[in-house]
């Protein structure tokens, strides 16, 4: 089994997931959060997001309110950077 880590990415992340997170992130823009799942859901479609986008989003647990993109990955089990100190 190879080991899906990809050099150029932060130890947890793939470069899928990396690029799940980005197209999240471009679909919902800066000024959405913080915000729920329907919020969310609804950004996107207002901006033409891709399917995938919407499928994730929609697989976000309701009544729970993200402030950020990495919260959201978090939720979908999207791999995110650690945070370094």
Known sequence: MTDPHQ????PG???GGVERRAAIAEALGK????????TLVSKAQEGNAPDRVLADLR???E???F?????????LGI???QQRF
């Open 67 to 75: 402030t950020n993109v990495q919260e959201v990955a978090q939720a």
């Open 31 to 38: 000024e959405v959060w913080p915000a729920d799942r329907d």
């Open 79 to 81: 791999g995110t950077e």
């Open 7 to 10: 050099p150029a990415t932060s």
């Open 13 to 15: 992340t793939t470069a």
């Open 63 to 65: 009544g729970q309110e």
């Open 59 to 61: 697989r976000l647990p």
